[in-house]
């Protein structure tokens, strides 16, 4: 049985496929940063749903696309009822984007930030009562992102991207997607 998404065909392909398997690259990371900034407050399955339409909204998460995102771009995305329409997570998804392509013009980036920041393997949790909702590395990386210019970058939300990105492994012991998820980081 899975430790979550059941009965739910969207949800058990995210939690099978995608959820705690690593994520290196540039866009998929700026991808799923934005989403799990807009996520805040929000039920997660709510994201999933809205995702290809958060994906054709914002330019498929290129972040140089989305870094020249301007006022008319605001407005349309404010529209879209495709989208959670929310000013302010629109508006740090574009600076999110502007501060990942200075990451680059700084001689790194978002990917080497991200995992340099990487927990230490811990204990497999037994229920989600052992699943943390924030870690010390998650701590110091909102602190990093917020100096370089990034915003909706908690130290919660960016607990909830580690886990989502493979950083950290919080499928619990007997959930089937476990060992897979362990093979991958190694």
Same mark, same amino acid.
């Given at each position: 049985?899975?430790?979550?998404?059941?009965?739910?065909?969207?949800?058990?392909?995210?939690?099978?496929? #995608? @959820?705690?398997?690593?994520?290196?690259?540039?866009?998929?990371?700026? #991808?799923?940063?934005?989403?799990? *900034?807009?996520?805040?407050?929000?039920? @997660?399955?709510? %994201?999933?749903?809205?995702?290809?339409?958060?994906? /054709?909204?914002?330019?498929?998460?290129?972040?140089?696309?989305?870094? $020249?995102?301007?006022?008319?771009?605001?407005?349309?995305?404010?529209?879209?009822?495709? %989208?959670?329409? +929310?000013?302010?997570? %629109? #508006?740090?998804?574009?600076? +999110?984007?502007?501060?990942?392509?200075?990451?680059?013009?700084?001689?790194?980036?978002?990917?080497?930030?991200? @995992?340099?920041?990487? !927990?230490?393997?811990?204990? /497999?949790?037994?229920?989600?009562?052992?699943?943390? !909702?924030?870690?010390? #590395?998650?701590? /110091?990386?909102?602190? $990093?992102?917020?100096?370089?210019?990034?915003?909706?970058?908690? !130290?919660?939300?960016?607990?909830?991207?580690?886990?989502?990105?493979?950083?950290? +492994?919080?499928?619990? *012991?007997?959930?089937?997607?476990?060992?897979? %998820? $362990? /093979?991958?980081?190694?």
């Amino acid at each position: 049985m899975r430790c979550f998404g059941e009965g739910d065909a969207l949800y058990e392909r995210y939690h099978d496929e #995608e @959820w705690g398997r690593p994520v290196t690259d540039e866009r998929g990371l700026f #991808e799923r940063l934005s989403l799990e *900034a807009f996520q805040s407050g929000l039920a @997660w399955i709510t %994201i999933l749903r809205k995702r290809e339409a958060f994906r /054709a909204a914002f330019a498929g998460f290129e972040p140089d696309a989305v870094a $020249e995102f301007g006022e008319r771009d605001v407005e349309r995305l404010l529209a879209d009822a495709g %989208i959670v329409r +929310n000013r302010a997570k %629109i #508006e740090a998804t574009i600076a +999110n984007a502007r501060a990942t392509a200075g990451l680059r013009q700084a001689g790194t980036s978002l990917p080497e930030l991200v @995992w340099g920041h990487r !927990p230490a393997p811990a204990p /497999a949790p037994v229920s989600w009562k052992d699943v943390r !909702p924030v870690a010390p #590395e998650s701590a /110091a990386l909102a602190k $990093e992102l917020r100096r370089r210019g990034f915003r909706f970058v908690g !130290p919660t939300t960016l607990y909830a991207l580690m886990q989502a990105c493979g950083l950290v +492994n919080d499928h619990l *012991a007997d959930c089937p997607a476990r060992a897979p %998820i $362990e /093979a991958a980081a190694r």
